[in-house]
């Protein structure tokens, strides 16, 4: 069975750090969506009224941010693609030189 990859965190997903990263937990990406969490006035952040509460201003902050790891993952999974793609070349050229080279013993 295999482990889900969420929830994670997200300090190791975007290039943010405190005071400014608002974004705490990735909970899940998919091709057209990501969902992530913030727990408000969990650390300090420049965001933050002296309340710890969070301004309306910071959500355009927090979507950016929930955009950053959306946007992350996708490039991670074409890169992924790709380096799979070529090891299918690899095996295939693999596959045609073993071929040839068992005729010619033969």
């Not at 069975?1 to 969420?6: E, I, P």
Request: with cysteine; net charge negative; hydrophobic share 45%.
């Amino acid at each position: 069975m295999r482990k889900s990859a969420f929830p994670r965190p997200v300090d190791d997903i975007v290039p943010y750090e405190t005071p400014s990263l608002l974004v705490d937990t990735v909970e899940n990406v998919t091709e057209n969506s990501v969902v992530c969490s913030v727990i408000v006035g969990n650390r300090d952040c420049v965001c933050y009224s002296e309340d710890k509460e969070l301004p309306v201003m910071a959500l355009l902050e927090l979507m950016a941010q929930t955009f950053s790891v959306w946007n992350v993952f996708m490039v991670l999974k074409e890169i992924v693609k790709n380096v799979l793609d070529c090891l299918l070349m690899l095996n295939v050229l693999l596959l045609l030189v073993t071929v040839t080279y068992q005729k010619e013993w033969n």
